[in-house]
Structures are given as C-alpha cells and as structure tokens.
C-alpha cells in the first residue's frame, strides 16, 4: 500500500527531468541576457564598439603637456573636430574661443565621432553634448570631462 505505481514514479522522474532542463536552460538564458545587457555598448551591428574596455572616460589617450593637437584653422566656428586617435575632441563655440574635451563618451565608452548643428554626437547610443560638454540628450547622464588646452599663435596644444 505504501508503494507508488509505477506510472507514478515515471511522472514524478519525468517532471524532474524536465524541471532539470528546464532550469538549466533558464540559467543558459540569463548568462545570454545578462551578456547582451551588461557587458558592451552596443550589440552586433548596431554601432562602434568602445575605445577603451576600461571604460576610462577622463583620460584622453594624448595627456602629455605641449603635445600639438591642432591649427586653429581645423576647428571650424560654433562646431569642432574630432581627434580619435588622441581621444579629444576640440570646439569653437565662439570665434576664438577654443575647448577640449575627452571625446570618450560618458555613458559607455565609445567615441564621439562628429560635431555638428553645435552639438558633439556619439554614434553608439545617441547621446548628444552642448559645445560646452554638458549632456544635451542621453543615455549619457555625465558631461564630457574638459582637457586644459593653450592656444599659441595658430596651434592647439595641451596645456
């Protein structure tokens, strides 16, 4: 009496078994989520992939004092140029008036890659500064750290 059909037994082995698959599947599909959410800026094909896995937003790449970034001829009034290579970007919101900012874009870490219509653009998620470095539209919620320039004669360099 005390004894389970078998039938009973092969239902209760069935559920576990498939309580067991299903749970690993589960686990499989978190690690996939969570991969695809946490780890980079962008998914395939949706845009650049970051330049620095640090995610190092305030150190541009070229930080040594006197390094000559530009003429100022380059940086073209109420807008500015991107320098991917030194990850800087230079703006000239007002004639005469030049800025640098880290150009490694605060929400996630890829790099601004235009500046135009007075705004400097990230082209993996949208986010969008003012000429000034303050976020004009997300996800970025940071401004773009500024990098201390001098301007002597026609060249830009690094303060």
């Not at 991107?82 to 990850?87: A, S």
């Amino acid at each position: 009496m005390g004894e389970v059909p078998v039938i009973g037994r092969a239902a209760a082995g069935a559920v576990s078994r498939r309580a067991a698959i299903m749970g690993a599947g589960g686990a499989g599909l978190t690690t996939a989520l969570a991969a695809c959410a946490g780890g980079g800026p962008t998914s395939a094909g949706t845009g650049p992939s970051p330049s620095t896995p640090s995610g190092d937003t305030a150190t541009p790449t070229a930080t040594r004092s006197g390094t000559s970034l530009a003429r100022t001829s380059d940086i073209p009034k109420d807008g500015g140029k991107v320098f991917p290579d030194q990850k800087i970007v230079i703006v000239q919101p007002k004639p005469g008036g030049f800025r640098a900012f880290s150009a490694v874009c605060t929400h996630q870490g890829c790099i601004v890659d235009d500046v135009s219509a007075g705004m400097i653009n990230c082209p993996c998620h949208g986010s969008m500064f003012w000429l000034d470095g303050k976020v004009m539209s997300g996800p970025a919620t940071k401004p773009l750290p500024e990098v201390p320039i001098e301007v002597d004669g026609d060249t830009i360099r690094l303060a």
